[in-house]
């Protein structure tokens, strides 16, 4: 469905994104993980036309969107998340929802009607007449998810919708994250929360420095040594397997 091949973004004399290639197959629940300043964020603005890639190629549903613009790349089925969840100010939480629900319908009664059904799928169906402003950070994430799914996508890109949350939130986003996935559209999540890359996650690629430098199953790659060094520093992966060796688990 997704197919980037070797794409690449320089700001300055910085290779935020250098070369990286990965394929998302349709109804799969897929991740992208990194340390902080790797270059996962860049990477989902310029599949989806926020920032134009200084080289490489981009496939989606089998068309090169290679510098399409945002709107164009939303109408034809991907759309993004964003870090930063702002609601527009003064709009209820389903004119807010309506948003998205605007790129496939043209009618405001269609549109807000979409919005309520959306709104009930995240669980924010009782608060559809709120200012959306006075949201807590868990309602704005729900918020966030409900006006990317409201576009109507075939592939969402998640941006750290599980970040500031606490546990117990992040046990209630879980499970609406994969109705996402059951309902029939394709997700790839940037994600710090490892718990839910492992519980969510079939496949996961990791980013350091503009580079990918693992993929696989998200424990596999959990137990990489260099993925432990990108995230605690060179040495990290040694010292921690010579302490586990001096203080074996309890049975
Ligand atoms: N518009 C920009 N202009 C200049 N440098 C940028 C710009 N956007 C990102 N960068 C730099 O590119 C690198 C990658 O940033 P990016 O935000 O993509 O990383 P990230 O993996 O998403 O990090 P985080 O997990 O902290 O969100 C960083 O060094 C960042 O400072």
Do not use: C
């Amino acid at each position: 469905m997704l197919e980037v091949n070797g794409i690449t973004k320089s700001f300055g004399g910085l290779k935020a994104v250098d070369g990286v290639s990965l394929s998302v197959k349709q109804g799969s629940l897929v991740s992208l993980i990194g340390p902080n300043g790797a270059g996962k964020t860049t990477f989902f603005a310029l599949i989806t036309g926020f920032h134009r890639p200084d080289g490489g190629t981009v496939q989606f549903d089998g068309k090169n969107i290679m510098g399409a613009k945002p709107s164009d790349i939303a109408q034809a089925g991907m759309v993004r998340t964003f870090q930063i969840v702002q609601p527009f100010a003064g709009q209820t939480v389903r004119e807010n929802i309506a948003v998205g629900a605007h790129l496939r319908h043209a009618s405001r009664r269609d549109a807000l009607d979409r919005a309520a059904e959306v709104a009930e799928k995240v669980g924010l169906g009782d608060r559809l007449d709120m200012d959306a402003a006075s949201l807590t950070v868990a309602g704005r994430k729900r918020l966030e998810v409900a006006r990317a799914l409201a576009t109507d996508p075939k592939l969402v890109l998640f941006d750290e919708v599980l970040a500031g949350l606490n546990p117990s939130e992040i046990r209630d986003v879980i499970p609406v994250i994969r109705a996402v996935r059951d309902s029939g559209v394709t997700i790839l999540l940037i994600e710090h929360v490892m718990q839910a890359v492992m519980q969510l996650s079939e496949y996961t690629w990791v980013l350091n420095q503009g580079r990918l430098i693992a993929e696989g199953p998200p424990r596999a790659v959990a137990a990489d040594k260099a993925v432990i060094e990108a995230y605690l520093g060179p040495g990290m992966a040694a010292r921690l397997s010579a302490q586990a060796k001096k203080e074996p688990a309890h049975a």
